[in-house]
Structures are given as structure tokens and as C-alpha cells.
């Protein structure tokens, strides 16, 4: 079970522990002097390939960085204590809504990191269901399941609310977001029936012919932004970072080419994120501080 104190402990402790390793590293009196960003998110592959982007333009700027992996939960409670400084994997105006309106007197909402995403509930092309009432129909070829990803997600919460009020016949089976691909790369090679929950951007969408089932009575909402989000007081701490972070903004086609770079056998997201900002210095100087 997650512990914010220990969540807090670790973090504070981490961050004490390299501040003193820097002040005895004659090579990095830069980094020292501006500090450490840490950066929260969740496993999901948007989040990683962002998250890690985010990570090598502020280490680039003489920032050190420390990423934090969490539950959707766990990262909303370490921004509201202030033991994450930022995150860039908030998904408003719905899947995070929740999380947000209990922290938002705590953080501050920079805005939109990348704009064109979507939930919901996606079969293979070839499936003959096409809306989310469908399913019922299929109960039996689909073991009554919809697979999903780790249960404090925020779309798991929306898709419980659809299993509801679309009265199915199927339960949520919770996993991560690793499970939810593997469960579906094995229907499409048997070119068997699944529902899964995803989203958009995902690379999976570039991977297999996919699909969209309907939702005509709009549970999953419309299209929804990732944000930015700061913790109260960044702004002053770390000006430069904070800039950067404000500034930070991109395409889901930027964000796909990243998403599948890490998708290759024994891929390193660091080391992808840092290939991707080498190659791509015209996007990248847009988000550094003047």
C-alpha cells in the first residue's frame, strides 16, 4: 500500500543526498547551483516518453533531475506535499479530474503540454463491434472481460462508470499498462475478440489496425489535454526550470516517434529522450527560458 510518508522521506532524503554528492563534484558546480527537479509520473508510455524529454532538456540547462514512477494517485499526493516539483502527465479536463480538484489550492496548472488525446474502450479493426453496447453481445468470445490497466488509473474509474451505465456484462480486470498490451498484441495474433482500455496517444496505435468503440452517451467525454502541473513555489526556487517547464509543449506526432523508439527490444526512454532532443534542437529552444 502506498505510504506519502515514505513517499516523503524518500524523496527529501534523495534530494539530500545529492545535493552533498554534488558539492563535492568539481565538474558539476552548475547543476548545484540550480538545484534538483524532481519529476513525478505515471508508467503509462506517453508519460515516460514525456516525462524523460522533460528530464533531458533540464539536465541539458545544468538542472540535475530525479524521476519519481507512481500510481496516478501516489503522484497527485506527491505534488499536493510538495515531494515532486512538477509533473507533466496531468490528463484534464477528465481522467485526472478528481485528483486535481483535491490538490489544486497546492499546484499550480501551467497549461497544456499536448492537446488531441482521447479514452475510451478499443477493439482490433476487424472486430464487428463497433459501439460500447456491443460488448454484451460478445460476452462469451471475450471470457466476459474488458482489460484494463492499473487500477488507481483514472480511466479505470470512467470505465467502471461505463460497465454501469451501459449495464454490461463484463468485468474491468485491472493489470498496468504492459499487461493491457500484451493481452492484446496475443488477440491480434490469434485475430481473437478484446476490448482494452487506452487512449490516445499511445503507440499502439501506430503498432495495429485499431479502432474506437462508440460512446453515445458520452461517459468518456471529448478530447482532453495533458497539463503541466507545478508545485506552489517552484516559480521562485527554480526559476529557469520552472520557465522551462512552462514553456515545454508538443505535437502526438512528436510524442509517437519517441513512444515507438521505445517500444525497441532492450530500449533505454533516457537514452531515447536524449537522441530525441539532440535531433530536434529547432522544437527544444522553443521551451528555454530566455
Same mark, same amino acid.
Given at each position: 500500500m502506498f505510504d506519502i510518508k515514505t513517499l516523503s522521506r524518500g524523496v527529501r532524503l534523495s534530494a539530500i543526498m545529492m545535493a552533498a554528492g554534488t558539492a563535492v563534484?568539481?565538474?558539476?558546480?552548475?547543476?548545484?547551483?540550480?538545484?534538483?527537479?524532481?519529476? /513525478?509520473?505515471?508508467?503509462?508510455?506517453?508519460?515516460?516518453?514525456?516525462?524523460?524529454? +522533460?528530464?533531458?532538456?533540464? $539536465? !541539458?540547462? %545544468?538542472?540535475?533531475?530525479?524521476?519519481?514512477?507512481?500510481?496516478?494517485?501516489?503522484?497527485?499526493?506527491?505534488?499536493?506535499?510538495?515531494?515532486?516539483?512538477?509533473?507533466? /502527465?496531468?490528463?484534464?479536463?477528465?481522467?485526472?479530474?478528481?485528483?486535481?480538484?483535491? +490538490?489544486?489550492?497546492?499546484? $499550480? !496548472?501551467? %497549461?497544456?503540454?499536448?492537446?488531441?488525446?482521447?479514452?475510451?474502450?478499443?477493439?482490433?479493426?476487424?472486430?464487428?463491434?463497433?459501439?460500447?453496447?456491443?460488448?454484451?453481445?460478445?460476452?462469451?468470445?471475450?471470457?466476459?472481460?474488458?482489460?484494463?490497466?492499473?487500477?488507481?488509473?483514472?480511466?479505470?474509474?470512467?470505465?467502471?462508470?461505463?460497465?454501469?451505465?451501459?449495464?454490461?456484462d463484463a468485468d474491468l480486470r485491472s493489470g498496468s499498462g504492459a499487461t493491457m498490451t500484451a493481452a492484446l498484441a496475443s488477440a491480434l495474433q490469434n485475430e481473437e475478440e478484446i476490448v482494452v482500455t487506452s487512449w490516445t496517444p499511445h503507440w499502439m496505435f501506430a503498432r495495429w489496425d485499431l479502432k474506437y468503440l462508440e460512446d453515445p452517451k458520452g461517459i468518456y467525454g471529448g478530447a482532453e489535454q495533458i497539463h503541466t502541473i507545478a508545485r506552489n513555489g517552484l516559480k521562485e526556487d527554480l526559476p529557469g526550470a520552472y520557465a522551462i517547464l512552462d514553456n515545454f509543449e508538443w505535437t502526438p506526432e512528436q510524442m509517437g516517434e519517441v513512444m515507438l523508439m521505445n517500444q525497441k527490444d532492450d530500449s533505454d526512454p533516457y537514452e531515447n529522450a536524449k537522441k530525441w532532443v539532440a535531433d530536434n534542437q529547432d522544437v527544444v529552444k522553443q521551451w528555454l527560458a530566455e
Open positions: 563534484a568539481t565538474g558539476q558546480v552548475q547543476a548545484e547551483e540550480k538545484g534538483t527537479v524532481t519529476l /513525478a509520473y505515471v508508467e503509462w508510455a506517453s508519460e515516460v516518453a514525456s516525462t524523460n524529454v +522533460v528530464r533531458a532538456v533540464l $539536465e !541539458d540547462q %545544468g538542472y540535475d533531475v530525479e524521476m519519481s514512477s507512481l500510481s496516478a494517485a501516489a503522484m497527485w499526493q506527491a505534488m499536493s506535499y510538495g515531494d515532486a516539483d512538477a509533473i507533466v /502527465a496531468a490528463w484534464l479536463p477528465t481522467t485526472h479530474a478528481d485528483y486535481y480538484a483535491r +490538490v489544486e489550492d497546492k499546484v $499550480e !496548472d501551467l %497549461g497544456t503540454n499536448l492537446d488531441g488525446t482521447k479514452l475510451g474502450l478499443v477493439v482490433p479493426a476487424y472486430s464487428d463491434m463497433d459501439t460500447i453496447s456491443d460488448i454484451d453481445a460478445n460476452a462469451e468470445t471475450l471470457d466476459g472481460q474488458i482489460v484494463g490497466i492499473d487500477p488507481g488509473a483514472g480511466l479505470m474509474s470512467l470505465t467502471e462508470e461505463v460497465v454501469d451505465k451501459y449495464d454490461l
